[in-house]
């Protein structure tokens, strides 16, 4: 299961920290992603990052559209997975949703994702 949490109401030009807290024992086990969808809009990823089976960091990988503004992390500790986003910008409003697949990742396509969140909306306003 999991929870995204964080999601807000944000001038533009602020920043948000998105969380998304999984169940289980084995989330280093798990790639992690983010992705968004914006309304009338399809689902597009954000972030991802891979697997790191016990191990701290993991690979990153980010759309063109974030690079350089939106950080994905985990901490397997908690079997938690962040974004944080800065430098936030109007066409960032969309609802986000966090998913877990098997595969080492980063993944980059939604159909790969095995679990997914129920999202959290993020609205930012210029």
């Known amino acids: 299961q999991l929870v995204e949490s964080g999601g807000d109401l944000v001038q533009a030009g602020g920043s948000l920290r998105l969380s998304c807290a999984a169940s289980g024992r084995t989330f280093s086990s798990y790639a992690m992603g983010w992705f968004r969808q914006a309304p009338g809009k399809e689902r597009e990823v954000v972030a991802a990052?891979?697997?790191?089976?016990?191990?701290?960091?993991?690979?990153?990988r980010y759309a063109d559209s974030v690079k350089g503004r939106f950080t994905i992390s985990r901490d397997n500790a908690k079997n938690t997975v962040y974004l944080q986003m800065n430098s936030l910008k109007s066409e960032d409003t969309a609802v986000y949703y966090c998913?877990?697949?098997?595969?080492?990742?980063?993944?980059?396509?939604?159909?790969?994702?095995?679990?997914w969140g129920q999202g959290t909306q993020v609205t930012v306003s210029s």
């Open positions: 998913a877990a697949t098997r595969r080492v990742g980063p993944s980059w396509l939604d159909y790969e994702y095995d679990y």
């Open positions: 990052i891979s697997w790191t089976g016990g191990w701290t960091g993991g690979n990153t």
